[in-house]
């Protein structure tokens, strides 16, 4: 099962690589990472997705707690979420009616097209993994994909919950 | 004000660190020209940073202290991690302070660079590269308290040349105390959990008490006895909880695992509660955990969370110290006046005394050879039953825990989870650092003693008089017994061939050799040996290479799938 932690940490030198290393040692799957300064700049937030059964959560998610430079730990697909992942996609943008179907394309999707050359455009799109997932293959059909860098999964649990309180 | 390395040393006197195992170089030069003047601080130089972990282990098991170690940079610092890595399995609080080239050149290959906080990352509880020489109390403050708190374990503390430089004064602030907004271990269980394990001990018919390192950890000996015979339960203790139960006790079935008596794995699997207190169900004792006690009802005590339902899962998990829990059961016990089912209980000793009848520790002697059990006998009577026992790993470590039921906690000294060859003697040089009085013996083997002999030496400098009571198969033994039963007797590499003479090799190093290979003068060596109280002694004791160590589980089985002796060969 696919799940995303939520992790609020001390930001401090070494303490994303005891998580990663922590995922590495046990044999626990990290399909994507994210990880960025909080608006209190003495505390990172990190989002991990993982997948595992319960009991291999569960682990995770007591083993994640157990580190010294970690306050909080959270599963928030325990619960009602928002998830969101950042996405800039290179693509070959050449003849006008190329260039007319990804406009296209991209308005479906609420997409932004946010480099443009002679030859290439850049898109914008953010969303959920599926809806990411989705684009690249309606836009592999229209044009040739040059290259693909996405943020990874970053969420929040909807309402009042949060990790610092 | 103050050097970063006067820092160091102030910081250490300040906690109360009366011992270092260490080995001096480049990096930590400007620690060691502080410590020259330190009063109250004894620093023993050590001849490999390994042994240098290993005897600030030995020295934290015995006591509950924490264990402080001090090496240079590089190669200082990597020899230790086998012996970081040995207390980080077992929980042991220690704190390792290594030395790095400077800031300024960190991350350009230096002479003598390694990533010490990177290497020892999947080994240590916590670790600290200080950048600051003003961090430096705060930092060591820190890194004893993590050390020592909740479930203990080993902090790295990396310390760059420049900031110990002795020309640079920084003013020296030691906090009043710890505060960690990211650390707040949890000691005290939820009562309503304790409440329903109460409850679901005091309906079983068939229980057990399982008795694990933790128990050590929060010694808390007296209250389990107490509790144990109150409620007449049967008690096994693992590996790494020897004593905290007394091996002597009536209601002891002795330790349980792979190796453990056929009265304790019986006990185990056939138990319909079993009561767990800081052990890890590991996979030495479950042996198949598929297979594992499968009518027992699981209450599980632990401070670590991670312990709790990781092989096996807890019918009622409890987050907090053995002591504390222990202490919040008894009160409920006295408030209720409730007690165990009488006429259960006593239906289920007796199917246990059956199960003792067995006597598995049985064991047929020799006037020929001497058996590797009888040397422990031998032991046992010679020390009356009150040495700290360091061990090796090996058949000798087995028939150690088997042969010497430990009557207190703290006594039993050994890497269980590691399994570390080499650890033994150094870890008993640490235990007679701490406790001159007492009397601290090694049981080592062949193999093993030959990993970190070359701290006979330290001892001559110190005047550490450990007893080292070598058990001499010429083999690797425990690897042999393993060839003998899975590799149809091929003995790959299981020799040790061209042994040397220990008796020369301890009398070289100043000390005292005895070697002995006939039954009948075993017990007069021994006795010899500890008479000798302010000396070294080897005892290079012969004995019986074919000696296997049963009852043995068998592999994929339960707990209580066991050999007893030697299957018929094939
Ligand atoms: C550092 C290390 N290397 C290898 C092993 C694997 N091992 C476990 S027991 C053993 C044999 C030990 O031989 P010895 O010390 O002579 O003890 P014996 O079993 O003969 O009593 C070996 C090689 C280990 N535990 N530790
Ligand atoms: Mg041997």
Known sequence: MRRILSVLLENEPGALSRIVGLFSQRGYNIENLTVAPTDDET?????????????????????????????????????????RELMLIKVKAESSEDRIEMKGLSDIFRAQIVDVTSSTFVIQLAGTTAKLDAFIEAIRTESEILEVSRTGVTGLSRGEKSLRS | MMSGAEMVVRALTQIGVKHIFGYPGGAVLDIYDALFEAEGIEH??????????????????ATGEVGTVLVTSGPGATNTITGIATAYMDSIPMVILSGQVPTSVIGEDAFQECDMVGCSRPVVKHSFLVKKAEDIPATIAKAYHIAATGRPGPVVVDLPKDIVN???????????????????PNVKGHKGQIKKALQTLLEAKQPVLYIGGGAIAANCSDLITAFAERLNLPVTNTLMGLGAF?????????????????????????????????????????NNVQKFCPNATILHVDIDPTSISKTVSAHVPIVGSVDQVLADMTEMLDASGDSTDAQALAAWWTQIEEWRGQNCLAYAKSDKVIKPQQVIESLYKATKGEAYVSSDVGQHQMFGALYYPFAKPRRWINSGGLGTMGFGFPAAMGVKVALPDSVSVCITGDGSIQMNIQELSTCMQYGIPVKIISLNNQALGMVRQWQDLIYGGRHSHSYMESLPDFVKLVEAYGHVGIRVSDPAELDEAMEKCFAMKDKLVFMDILVDQNEHVYPMQVKYGAMDDMLLSKPESK
């Open chain 1, 43 to 83: 505390l990172s937030r990190l989002t991990v997705t993982t997948t595992g059964d319960n009991r291999v959560i569960e682990q995770i998610t007591k083993q994640v707690n157990k580190l010294v430079d970690v306050l909080k730990v959270q599963d928030i697909t325990e619960g009602e979420h928002i998830e």
């Open chain 2, 44 to 61: 023993l130089l050590v001849r490999h940073e390994q042994a240098a972990a290993h005897m600030a282990d030995g020295y934290a098991r």
């Open chain 2, 166 to 184: 002795p020309k640079e004064k920084h003013p020296y602030v030691f906090p009043d105390s710890v505060q960690m907004r990211s650390y707040n």
């Open chain 2, 246 to 286: 007394p091996g002597t006790h009536k209601q002891c079935v002795g330790m349980l695992g792979m190796h453990g008596t056929y009265e304790a794995n019986k006990t185990m699997h056939n138990s319909d509660v079993i009561f767990a207190l800081g052990a890890r169900f590991d996979d030495r004792v479950t």
